[in-house]
């Protein structure tokens, strides 16, 4: 790594998107309640913005040398079961995509739908289970880097207000968010990989704007409620393993047998 980890940095990076997003989303005059309205306002007002965010994002993280620690773990948690809560939100979103009325989509609207999430699940999940994980990891232990993560996972969110959402609709999203932050985090500890996690982000979000356009309705979208909760217990189990901070040395298997 060119530059030593440290939670400022991951936080600066943090912030340095969020500026990225909300000034390239406003100037599009296209507000967030609008983008769903026709591929080319989704293209105009969401795509464009998460483009360049994601080239952003791509130069940073190769100036500070991190696209190793924000891209993979140094080894899984064993706590495999906790897999389970991001399993939930899979079958969640199967029903998402069960249930879009795919006969009312156009496919420009698809393809539009589909850059979102592409690099939506790209640019979200690097800047915050990547690039700002891997700094917390630099100062903070394990369980609070993934709980500080996940909160701005959630806060990221509260930008909807200023790109024309109300208060009412931003702040549940904001809730919601952080625990699928920590789904998401489990899904990284368990396969040891954020590609993962990016995929699934990126085909929630597209299954969601699909069914504003094209309608539809999701019988198991409880489901991801309950994924959230079991993920406020679960990451616990995933981060108490971890050995991923700066300076940390995986345990000697000679000496623990010793």
Request: aromatic share 12%; hydrophobic share 55%; proline share 3%.
């Amino acid at each position: 790594m060119r530059v030593q980890p440290r939670a400022w940095i991951g936080l600066a990076v943090w912030v340095l998107y969020i500026v990225v997003i909300v000034v390239l989303q406003k100037t599009s005059g296209i507000g967030y309640t609008e983008f769903g309205d026709s591929p080319s306002n989704l293209w105009r007002g969401a795509v464009l913005s998460l483009v360049v965010g994601a080239v952003v994002l791509a130069l940073v993280t190769t100036w500070l040398g991190w696209w190793r620690p924000a891209l993979r773990e140094r080894r899984t948690t064993k706590a495999k079961w906790t897999v389970i809560a991001p399993a939930l939100f899979v079958i969640a979103l199967i029903g998402n995509l069960a249930g879009i009325t795919w006969s009312a989509a156009t496919m420009d609207f698809i393809l539009a739908a589909l850059a979102l999430g592409v690099f939506v699940g790209f640019a979200e999940e690097l800047t915050t289970r990547g690039l700002l994980l891997v700094g917390l990891r630099g100062s903070v232990a394990e369980v609070w880097a993934a709980l500080i993560s996940s909160l701005c996972f959630g806060l990221m969110h509260g930008i909807n207000i200023f790109l024309g959402q109300s208060v009412a609709d931003t702040l549940p999203q904001v809730g919601q968010a952080f625990l699928l932050g920590l789904t998401f985090y489990i899904l990284r500890r368990v396969t040891g990989s954020l590609v993962w996690a990016m995929v699934l982000h990126g085909a929630w979000d597209f299954s969601v704007f699909m069914i504003g356009e094209a309608g539809g309705s999701n019988p198991l979208g409880a489901l991801s409620l309950l994924t959230g909760l079991l993920a406020l217990v679960f990451f616990w189990f995933a981060a108490r393993d971890a050995h991923e901070g700066v300076g940390r040395r995986e345990p000697d298997p000679a000496a623990v047998t010793a």
